[in-house]
C-alpha cells in the first residue's frame, strides 16, 4: 500500500491528460511565452508536452505543497536543461508549470514537503 495514494493517483491522472482549470491554459501559455520559458511560437500541445515530460522523468523530484490546508503536487524535472516545476491539485488540475532557476531555494520556502523521486513514488515508497 502506498503511502502517497492520493499523490499517486493525482499523477497519473495528470499523466493521462492535462487539465486546466476553466479558461486559464492559455493564460498560462501566454505567461510563460512572457518569461521567455518558452518560444514565442509555443502551443499548447507543446506546453502539456513539457508538463508530460516532467511527469515521466523517473528522477524528478516529487514535493507535496501546502496552501491555507489544501495539497498540492510539486514536481520538479530537468527539460532541455531547464528545471521546470509543475504543481497540480490531487483532483488532476493544474494549478501552474514554469522554468523555476534555482529549485533548491525555491523548494526550501514554508509550505514545502519532500517526497521522494518519481520512481519512488511510482513504485509506492
Partial sequence: MSKYPQMLKAIKAVRSQVCWKHN???RHLR??????????????????????TVLQDK????YRYWYNGIPYVTVV????TRQWLIMFAYDGVMESAFVVKRPERYLSKPGFEWIGSLNEVDNEL
Fill in 31 to 52: 505567461k510563460r511565452k512572457q518569461r521567455g520559458h518558452l518560444p514565442t511560437t509555443a502551443t499548447l500541445e507543446d506546453y502539456e508536452r513539457i508538463i508530460l
Fill in 59 to 62: 528522477t524528478g523530484r516529487a
Fill in 77 to 80: 524535472a530537468t527539460v532541455d
Fill in 24 to 26: 486559464s491554459a492559455v
